[in-house]
């Protein structure tokens, strides 16, 4: 009599299992955060063309008694083109000093590669992540870099050496912040990030 109540169970926990693995289980929805891929792409692309320019002075001082460098560059974001179909911000970059043009090519930001987006000023972004050395106001022995006015770096984290690559330089923290959060959030749609 145990075996057959044995049997008869494990006839019918078979029978659920089998039953229960047949019906297709719907994964959990996606809750809605906010605007869809288009939808994103399409401000990154009118906030990044809204910018256009930006002109600001380098200051150079050699505390030890040299004489101090002013250099005015300019830099400008053009004919920015936002594609969600292949997840792309491309670009034209252009920056000159003293009316000498430095920089002019065009850019492709590939959103599936970017690891993270960070902002930080000018100063900070040459310092940790070009590696330069820039000298420290607060140094008298020394010479330093001040950037006028304070400029603020806003570039996507790439695997590999492409970091320093792509970036974009604003004068306003708030833009650059907005823009920063446009586009973590069309990274995480495109399937980027960390």
């Not at 911000?89 to 590939?110: A, C, G, I, M, P």
């Not at 870099?145 to 790439?158: S, W």
Request: proline letters at 5%; one cysteine or more; aromatic letters at 8%.
């Amino acid at each position: 009599m145990k075996t057959l109540r044995a049997i008869v169970s494990v006839l019918v926990l078979t029978a659920f299992s089998a039953a229960f693995a047949q019906q297709a289980i719907a994964p959990p929805p996606k809750p809605n955060k906010g605007p869809s891929l288009a939808e994103t792409m399409q401000l990154i692309q009118k906030e990044l063309n809204a910018f256009g320019k930006a002109n600001f002075i380098v200051n150079t001082r050699d505390e030890l008694g040299g004489p101090d460098h002013i250099a005015q560059y300019t830099t400008e974001i053009s004919n920015v083109v936002s594609d969600s179909a292949s997840c792309t911000v491309r670009y034209h970059w252009k920056s000159s000093t003293k009316d000498q043009v430095s920089d002019d090519e065009d850019f492709s930001l590939n959103l599936h590669d970017v690891q993270g987006i960070k902002v930080m000023t000018y100063v900070q972004y040459l310092k940790e992540v070009e590696g330069e050395d820039i000298g420290d106001p607060h140094d008298q022995t020394n010479w330093y870099t001040k950037f006028n006015p304070p400029m603020i770096v806003l570039f996507p984290q790439l695997a590999g050496d492409k970091t320093g690559e792509y970036g974009f330089i604003f004068a306003d923290e708030e833009i650059a912040n907005r823009i920063a959060k446009v586009l973590t959030h069309a990274v995480e749609l495109c399937g980027g990030g960390n």
